[in-house]
C-alpha cells in the first residue's frame, strides 16, 4: 500500500504519477497470479469473459491492501468502453489526491495475441475505419482522452513474446506508409522487450502522438496463457 503520510507537502500531481506507475506495476504483477488461480476457469479463452476474470482478481488481491480498486467495462469517449479503469478508494480522497471516487486513475484495453481471426489480426494495434484497435483508440482518444499514461494488456494464446513483439512493430512501419486518417510514426514502436521467464509475463513502453498533439505513453502488460 502507498504510504500517502509519508508523501505530504508533495503536489497533488507527484502523488497521481506515483499512483499510476503503482496501478500499473500491482496489474503487471497480478498477470501470473491470476493466469495460475487454481480456481480460475482455464477453459476460458474470450477475451470478455478473460477481462472479467482478471478484473475480479485483480479487486479481490487489491481489497484492503492497496489504495485503488477495478472497474470492468469503464465507460469513455463516443459511447465507446474501455476495458478496465483503476478508480481511487476512500484513502485517496481522504489524502486530497482525488475528490471523488467516480474519478479514473488510469485505464487498461486488453487484446488477445493473436487476434481471433484473420481479418482482426492487427487489431492491438488498429481496426482501420472501425477504431477497434487497442493503441488506435489511446492515439484518437476513444480511450483515456484525459489521461497521459494507460496500460494494455496482452494474453498471449500462441506463439512468443518476441514474435509479437516484432510483428506489432511491423504492423506501426506499415501504418507509417499507408494510413491515410490517423498519423503514426516509427518512434510509435515498442520499445525493448522486457520479460521475466520464470512468471511468464512479459512488459514493454510505447509513446504515441495523439489527435490534439499530446503525447501518451503506453505500457504494454503481457501474459502467456499457454499451457506448459
Not at 123 to 146: F, N
Not at 169 to 192: M, P, R, V
Not at 196 to 205: F, G, L, P
Amino acid at each position: 500500500m502507498i504510504e500517502l503520510n509519508a508523501k505530504v507537502g508533495k503536489p497533488p500531481s507527484y502523488l497521481k504519477n506515483l499512483l499510476i506507475n503503482r496501478v500499473i506495476d500491482f496489474v503487471y504483477s497480478s498477470l501470473s497470479l491470476w493466469r495460475d488461480d487454481l480456481e480460475r476457469d482455464k477453459t476460458v479463452e474470450a477475451e470478455e469473459l478473460l477481462n472479467e476474470q482478471f478484473c475480479t482478481f485483480l479487486n479481490a488481491e487489491a481489497a484492503g491492501e492497496e489504495a485503488f480498486l477495478f472497474h470492468h467495462e469503464q465507460h469513455q469517449a463516443s459511447r465507446r468502453r474501455v476495458d478496465m479503469a483503476a478508480k481511487p478508494t476512500k484513502q485517496l480522497i481522504s489524502a486530497g489526491t482525488y475528490h471523488s471516487k467516480y474519478e479514473v486513475i488510469t485505464t487498461f484495453e486488453a487484446k488477445r495475441l493473436p487476434a481471433p481471426s484473420s481479418s482482426r489480426k492487427r487489431e492491438y494495434v488498429t481496426g482501420e475505419d472501425k477504431a477497434s484497435g487497442g493503441i488506435q483508440r489511446y492515439k484518437l482518444r476513444l480511450h483515456g482522452a484525459d489521461q497521459n499514461v494507460a496500460g494494455m494488456i496482452g494474453y498471449v494464446q500462441r506463439d512468443s513474446f518476441l514474435h509479437f513483439h516484432n510483428t506489432i512493430n511491423g504492423y506501426i512501419d506499415e501504418l507509417t506508409t499507408t494510413s491515410s486518417d490517423l498519423a503514426w510514426s516509427a518512434d510509435e514502436k515498442l520499445s525493448k522487450l522486457e520479460s521475466d521467464v520464470d512468471k511468464r509475463t512479459a512488459r514493454i513502453k510505447s509513446e504515441h502522438l495523439r489527435t490534439n498533439d499530446s503525447i501518451i505513453t503506453l505500457h504494454h502488460l503481457w501474459v502467456d496463457m499457454q499451457e506448459n
